[in-house]
């Protein structure tokens, strides 16, 4: 029951952290680094408020163990704005008011991150079926689906890549 | 989670001995092992993760056909031009399975060896002839994709046994394959019925071979050799749909549960299956 010594990339920051046998990388975010924007809604991969970006891929950090990101590179919300500036998403979340309680909000704008890195244009129905393993039960959704297609014509017309 | 020791080998060889370990299980994406782990219904043991083993991850090409890695996640094997160009079913049934979350760790070869009978990637897979190379403590073997499940959630690999790659086989000429599942909503739901149809046509375009796998209507995927009869030498019309649409029927073998009834389920499987045929039709005959 040894514990493993991992060392990865957070954010683009250097971090190791001694991960508990059974640990997911979400518990290791939150519980040894301190980063507790990511939540934990499920557990189970259904809900996606623990959203990260493992080595460009997003992924549910609660289905991942923390042993597993040894060498890896791990985004995740609190890489999301640039010192005090808002990442446009997140800017378009409050001005549409796409949340109530927020705590579905970190995965969301992970999320919708991803798909705007890879899709900087994308219509309506891709960003819904996108964001369908983010659950959210305040705001029904549209509000969340109006904020990312504005961010995503703002950031095209001022070329800012997601 | 409690109590689980974590190793990551570098070679195929080390992880099958790793494997041998009473309780021991492989981690391909993680999407199924760590529920069920979390959930308590698997005792514990080491967990021995496929992903640092050369070859886990990634799709590559071999004598015409395709080998993908294990561990390769569904979103890289939506992203493979050339894999979707020639296998648009099996790719269609894998990028089927989970949120965006889930398919960018969820694995071909985890949605087979989790051996639920609903599986979308794996009638997908079987109606496209796909075989898996094997590695265990006595070396490695080829079987068909159809050996692996033997029941609900149990599969025919022995101790220290695991899946290393999932091949298809080369594309002849005039050749295509489709699938499609029937779910009560539009996303993120487990198949009440998924059928996957392969088909090759001869030159007047009249079907020379065909094979049809239903998902969900019994304990494993159900060849349904009569259905792929029904098509054989037609051009996919009415009538042979209708025949198609009986046989895919005849060959359910469900259960009710709270997904559909056991005749909801029959009813559906003839109706996906005479839809999956013509899709794979219309593709195999605009592929000269």
């Known amino acids: 029951m040894s514990r493993n010594h991992v060392s990865a990339t957070v954010n683009g920051d250097p971090v190791e952290f001694l991960s508990h046998p059974g640990a997911t990388l979400l518990d290791a975010l939150r519980d040894d680094l301190g980063l507790t924007g990511s939540k934990e809604g499920c557990g189970s991969g259904d809900c996606g408020a623990c959203s990260v970006i493992l080595d460009g891929r997003l992924v549910c950090s609660c289905l991942v163990l ?62 819904r079926y996108w964001l369908a393993g983010n659950l959210c039960r305040c705001t029904g959704y549209d509000k969340v689906i109006r904020a990312v297609m504005d961010a995503a014509a703002d950031m095209r017309q001022a070329r800012v890549p997601a | 989670m409690s109590h689980i020791d974590y190793m990551a080998p570098a070679s195929a060889e080390e992880a099958a001995t790793a494997l041998a370990a009473h309780g021991a299980r492989a981690l391909g994406g993680g999407t199924d092992l760590l529920v069920q782990l979390r959930a308590g219904r698997l005792p514990p043991g080491p967990i021995v993760d496929l992903k640092r083993i050369p070859g886990a991850i990634g799709i590559r090409r071999e004598g015409g056909g395709f080998i993908i890695g294990a561990a390769t996640p569904g979103m890289a094997i939506g992203e493979n031009e050339a894999l979707a160009a020639a296998w648009p079913g099996v790719v269609e049934a894998t990028c089927l399975i989970g949120s965006t979350q889930i398919q960018g760790r969820a694995s071909m070869a985890g949605n087979l060896c989790n051996a639920s009978p609903a599986a979308d990637s794996v009638p997908a897979m079987i109606a496209a002839r796909a075989t898996c190379v094997i590695v265990g403590p006595s070396g490695r073997r080829t079987i068909p994709v159809e050996a692996i499940a033997v029941g609900p959630g149990r599969t025919c690999l022995e101790a220290g046994e695991f899946v290393l790659e999932i091949r ?20 993120m739901d487990i198949a009440v019925v998924g059928v996957g149809v392969n088909l090759t046509l001869d030159e007047s375009g009249t079907i020379a071979e065909a094979r049809v796998a239903i998902g969900a209507v019994g304990p494993t995927v159900v060849i349904a050799k009569d259905a792929a009869a029904a098509l054989v030498g037609s051009k996919a019309d009415d009538a042979a749909l209708a025949k198609l649409d009986a046989a895919a029927r005849a060959a359910c073998r469900p259960i009710s549960d709270k997904r559909g009834t056991a005749e909801f389920r029959t009813s559906i499987a003839g109706v996906l299956a005479r839809r999956v045929a013509t899709i794979a039709y219309e593709r195999a005959t605009s592929r000269p």
């Open chain 1, 66 to 127: 923390a042993a597993e990101a040894q060498g890896r590179r791990i985004e995740t919300i609190e890489g999301m704005a640039d010192g005090a500036t808002l990442h446009p998403l997140q800017q378009k979340f409050l001005e549409h008011a796409a949340l109530q309680c927020g705590f579905c909000t970190p995965g969301l704008l992970v999320a919708a991150k991803a798909l705007l890195e890879v899709n900087p244009d994308p219509s309506e129905s891709e960003t």
């Open chain 2, 168 to 187: 298809l086989p080369p594309r002849p000429p005039r050749s295509a394959d489709a699938y499609l599942r029937s779910i009560p909503r539009t996303e």
